[in-house]
Nanobody, 118 residues
Framework: QVQLVESGGGLVQPGGSLRLSCAAS????????MSWYRQAPGKERDLVAT??????????NYADSVKGRFTISRDNFKNTAYLKMNSMKSEDTAVYYC?????????WGQGTQVTVSS
């Protein structure tokens, strides 16, 4: 079965950096686009970044709010997606989720909390 397990969240000061990881299993990782979403308290879950399948160039897309600060990447040998977050702001505080759509089905990880605070 498909499983997504996030790690790497925590507390970081404004201006700091953090890298999230999403370990995937149960599907052919390189064949599918991977995404990161985030959900702040009392707000909807929003798309942060997407990296396409390696077979379709592995291109990336970002929400305007994180463009230039966050970088999504993937390691197909490790079946892992990453989100490197730099120049972090208090508004980046949220639970971050890994996401993949395989066929008709959508899968989410359990989420990892990221808190940006001094």
């Amino acid at each position: 079965q498909v499983q997504l397990v996030e790690s790497g969240g925590g507390l970081v000061q404004p201006g700091g950096s953090l890298r999230l990881s999403c370990a995937a299993s149960g599907f052919t990782f390189s064949n599918y686009a991977m995404s990161w979403y985030r959900q702040a308290p009392g707000k909807e879950r929003d798309l942060v970044a997407t990296i396409s399948a390696t077979s379709t160039s592995g291109s990336t897309n970002y929400a305007d709010s994180v463009k230039g600060r966050f970088t999504i990447s993937r390691d197909n040998f490790k079946n892992t997606a990453y989100l490197k977050m730099n120049s972090m702001k208090s508004e980046d505080t949220a639970v971050y989720y890994c996401y993949v759509k395989v066929g008709w089905f959508r899968y989410w990880g359990q989420g990892t909390q990221v808190t940006v605070s001094s």
